[in-house]
Structure formats: structure tokens, C-alpha cells
């Protein structure tokens, strides 16, 4: 069964920094690209970063383009989001989200986690 | 970047009764088109992609038609547990990857 588990959001000062992880398991890891996607509370959904399966590939909304970088470590089938220069409008639910291309050129969001928290705030 | 538009913003019906849901783009996406479901205080579920195909698991009641710039998602005869909110996901000329700003369907 795949499962993708985040964690490591919470409550944070505006400026500060927080890195989200996301464990997958029930699949081959290092054979899929991976995406963050965020919600802000009572919101619509937010693509925010991309990594391709072998790390080659990678980008970025341009919101937070200059201040998040994604990641991803093969031995431990976890993916990762670093999060600088942390703004209010950054509050939002984090979700990782496996890729699946059925076709070269058909990919979509296939799998999700259930997400974490971000808050930042004074 | 592909803006994507859903419509209505909100749709009221009642159980039993067909739901036709709209999302346009900006541009043409060809059909690299899917459609979510999302439940309150749960991650987006696949519903559609490829603008017509149903992702493993869903009933047929869900179908999703359209190319070029404008798509249907349609629930034939609306459940219970339909009644949330629904988004249109684009992943054509990407990046960026960009959403609608989805559709509620409520009970009326």
C-alpha cells in the first residue's frame, strides 16, 4: 500500500525557517517524481515545488521561488521541503504528492499524504 | 501560465440529481486535465485525468469529458458523500502546475 506521511510542520516566527519531511512507503521511490503542493486554511490548493525521480529536474512556484528548496534522499525514501524566509502567507496545510505518468506526457497527481501544518506568526 | 476557471463557484442540488461541473483554461491544454475531490480535513483525491479517465477506484458515476480549453467534470446521480469541493488540476506546459479554484457542490 503506498503511504506518504509528512511531518515537521508547526509554529513558526515570520522570517524563521522549518523543514518538512515526507516519508513514502509501498512503492519504489527513487522511480517516481514527487511534488509539494500547499493549501492556506479555507483555500484552494497551491502547486509549490516539483523533483524529478532521479533529483535531476527540479522547480518551483514563483512564490516561493529563492526561499524553499525540495530535496530527496533515495536510502531513506523520504522527501524534503526547507523552508526560509518564512512569511504570514506562507500559513498553509503542506502536502506531498507522488507523480504518475501513465503516457509520456500524461502525468498527474496519483497519491497524496494527509499533510502538515505550517503557521507562522509572532 | 495556464489560468484555469471552475464554474459555478458553488452548486446547489439535491441527491439523485445530475452535476455537471466546468473548468476553462486560458489557453489550449490539450486533455493534460485532471480532476480532484476534496473532503473536509482530507488531501485531494484523484478523480479524472487525462481530462477523461477515471483513476482506479472511482465510481462510474464520475466521468470528465472536453480538449483544448474547456472541460466537464459530470456526477450522474449525486451521492451523499459527493457534496465537497472539487478542483480542476492542469499539467500542460508546466511549470508552473496550476488548480482552479474549485467548485462546491452543496445540498440544496
Known amino acids: 500500500e503506498v503511504q506518504l506521511v509528512e511531518s515537521g510542520g508547526g509554529l513558526v516566527q515570520p522570517g524563521g525557517s522549518l523543514r518538512l519531511s515526507c516519508a513514502a512507503s509501498g512503492f519504489s521511490f527513487s522511480t517516481y517524481s514527487m511534488n509539494w503542493v500547499r493549501q492556506a486554511p479555507g483555500k484552494g490548493l497551491e502547486w509549490v515545488s516539483y523533483?524529478?525521480?532521479?533529483?535531476?529536474?527540479?522547480y518551483y512556484a514563483d512564490s516561493v521561488k529563492g526561499r524553499f528548496t525540495i530535496s530527496r534522499d533515495k536510502a531513506t525514501s523520504s522527501l524534503y521541503l526547507q523552508l526560509n524566509s518564512l512569511r504570514a502567507e506562507d500559513t498553509a496545510v503542506y502536502y506531498c504528492a507522488r507523480d504518475l505518468e501513465v503516457v509520456p506526457g500524461t502525468i498527474f497527481f496519483d497519491y497524496w499524504g494527509q499533510g502538515t501544518l505550517v503557521t507562522v506568526s509572532s | 501560465e495556464i489560468v484555469l476557471t471552475q464554474s459555478p463557484a458553488t452548486l446547489s442540488l439535491s441527491p439523485g440529481e445530475r452535476a455537471t461541473l466546468s473548468c476553462r483554461a486560458s489557453q489550449s491544454i490539450s486533455t493534460n486535465l485532471a480532476w480532484f475531490q476534496q473532503k473536509p480535513g482530507q488531501p485531494p483525491r484523484l478523480l479524472i485525468y487525462?481530462?477523461?479517465n477515471r483513476a482506479t477506484g472511482i465510481p462510474a458515476r464520475f466521468s470528465g469529458s472536453g480538449s483544448g480549453t474547456d472541460f466537464t467534470l459530470t456526477i450522474s446521480s449525486l451521492e451523499p458523500e459527493d457534496f465537497v469541493v472539487y478542483y480542476c488540476?492542469?499539467?500542460?506546459?508546466?511549470?508552473?502546475?496550476?488548480f482552479g479554484p474549485g467548485t462546491k457542490v452543496d445540498i440544496k
Open positions: 487525462g481530462a477523461s
Open positions: 523533483i524529478s525521480d532521479s533529483g535531476t529536474f527540479i
Open positions: 488540476q492542469h499539467r500542460s506546459n508546466w511549470p508552473p502546475i496550476t
